[in-house]
């Protein structure tokens, strides 16, 4: 009587690599709709205004006066919030319909997972904002770009530090809020809405916020009370940032669904 086949033990299914779900959430961001709309309207906007900051073409009227736009930080730095939605996106699309579940599902460890969300999320955001600010700011300051000035060449990464840091902030309020739509919201209504009425009240306030401090990183204060130097501004804004994805990061790790 012969002996039974001895039975073979199932293989392990093999485990996902960081870089699987890199290349996922790579592809997740760059088949969205909206981030290819968000970055479009990024690069038009600015372009425009370069082309109106260099021409000097559009005044604003002001309280002493017409105000060239070159001088309109505010209004410069408005398509940095279209941009940001590019990470709002991202992070905050996941939470509709069940999606962060099947990834959960591939990807059960959550700190792995938001570590690659939040890598992919600020690598594409840096690589963006090369094309989203390039245009305008050439056309803006073609003088001195052409003159190869150091002045320009850091003024162009400022801009892109402040894109970056921005990004930062709404990819981790996105993952707090649970949605995109709050978070982009409240991204649009701080600057033009709350800051300006809290601006004469509030000032040693107003310019720890994020807006007024990227608007000092760029040295384009709307006012020079609520106005930081530029490395404090940036530090502020990072400040931010780190503050925006650490506490994302524990909302989700600690989350239960």
Do not use: C
């Not at 009587?1 to 093999?14: D, E, G, L, N, Y």
């Amino acid at each position: 009587m012969s002996a039974p086949a001895p039975t073979r033990k199932p293989r392990p299914v093999a485990a996902v690599r960081f870089g699987d779900i890199l290349a996922a959430e790579r592809i997740k961001i760059i088949t969205l709709p909206a981030a290819w709309f968000a970055m479009a309207v990024a690069s038009g906007a600015g372009t425009l205004l370069g082309i109106i900051a260099a021409t000097d073409a559009v005044r604003i009227a002001g309280p002493g006066g017409p105000i060239p736009v070159a001088r309109l930080g505010t209004l410069l730095l408005a398509p940095a919030y279209a941009f940001v939605s590019i990470a709002v996106f991202a992070a905050g699309s996941e939470y509709r319909g069940g999606q962060l579940r099947v990834s959960l599902a591939a990807a059960p460890d959550r700190n792995r997972l938001f570590a690659a969300k939040l890598t992919v999320s600020a690598t594409l955001s840096l690589v963006a904002s090369i094309p989203a600010v390039l245009p305008g700011y050439v056309l803006q300051h073609s003088a001195a770009v052409h003159a190869w000035e150091r002045g320009a060449f850091v003024g162009f990464l400022a801009l892109i530090a402040a894109y970056l840091l921005l990004s930062l902030i709404g990819h981790g309020f996105a993952v707090i809020a649970k949605s995109a739509i709050t978070p982009l919201a409240v991204l649009f209504i701080a600057p033009f809405l709350i800051s300006p009425a809290l601006r004469s009240i509030l000032p040693q306030v107003v310019r720890f916020l994020p807006h007024e401090a990227a608007l000092s990183l760029l040295k384009l204060p709307v006012d020079p009370a609520t106005a930081l130097g530029p490395r404090a501004g940036l530090l502020v804004l990072a400040a931010w940032a780190a503050a925006s994805v650490a506490a994302a990061w524990t909302v989700f790790v600690r989350a239960e669904s």
